[in-house]
């Protein structure tokens, strides 16, 4: 089982929708989790950063991570054409060294339509 | 404005010609990362570094070296270039190297090796 799985899409909404993308993990031990947007030809920016379960908002994103489920979530409300990009989950630990690295899902590539 | 930059941002070159992509930040950040990201396998960690002189490998170090001689750059060396290094690569930096402390990409450079 590798240790976090994302489903890569494509993913093609109409403009206007709520999408829902998310990724399950195995690592317990993992406390902070991210999201990142890539768009084409650019390197992943950092979109959302939470720390252990719970909910954060920061406009039409919405973060949600289950830690009892191994599952967390990115929420795009009224989706723009803008949000078109590859959207990676990561994780990762307060455990230093090698382990310590941020550990990244394949991303899911989303379009969305005008 | 607080960046990584990498260079070149495009490379074509042929099988054994040693190529060097450069890689630098100005954020003072301790850590940094080299990962390539090809279709259906996402970001896999080549080698990262936890300070100056201080270099280890990830996921995928065969073919690569790295040294990181001053805080703000490391520099991605392919001493025999084969095919299959043929990748996107990206620099990464962040003020910790622990899983709580998101990276910061460049734009990435792409290479083709034939």
């Known amino acids: 089982q590798k240790e976090v799985e994302q489903d890569p899409g494509p993913l093609s909404v109409p403009e206007g929708a709520i999408v829902s993308l998310n990724c399950t993990y195995s690592?317990?031990?993992?406390?902070?989790f991210m999201w990142y947007r890539q768009y084409s030809r650019k390197g992943p920016e950092l979109l959302m950063y939470?720390?252990?379960?719970g909910n954060k908002e920061d406009g039409r994103f919405t973060a949600q991570v289950d830690k009892s489920s191994k599952y967390i979530s990115l929420f795009i409300r009224d989706s723009q054409p803008s949000d078109s990009a590859t959207y990676l989950c990561a994780m990762g630990g307060n455990y230093g060294g090698s382990q310590g690295n941020l550990i990244f899902g394949k991303g899911t590539k989303l379009s969305v339509k005008p | 404005e607080a960046q990584v930059t990498q260079n070149p941002r495009y490379l074509i070159t042929v099988t054994g010609k040693k190529l060097t992509v450069t890689c630098s930040q100005n954020m003072n950040h301790e850590y940094m990362s080299w990962y390539r990201q090809d279709p259906g396998l996402g970001l896999r960690q080549i080698y990262y570094s936890m300070n100056v002189e201080v270099t280890d490998k990830g996921d995928v170090p065969e073919g690569y070296k790295v040294s990181r001689k001053e805080k703000r750059n490391f520099p991605l060396i392919l001493e025999s270039p084969s095919p299959n290094q043929t990748s996107l690569y990206f620099c990464a930096s962040s003020f910790l190297g622990h899983g709580n402390s998101p990276l910061h990409f460049g734009n990435g450079t792409r290479l083709t090796v034939t």
């Open positions: 939470t720390y252990s379960s």
């Open positions: 690592n317990s031990a993992f406390q902070y």
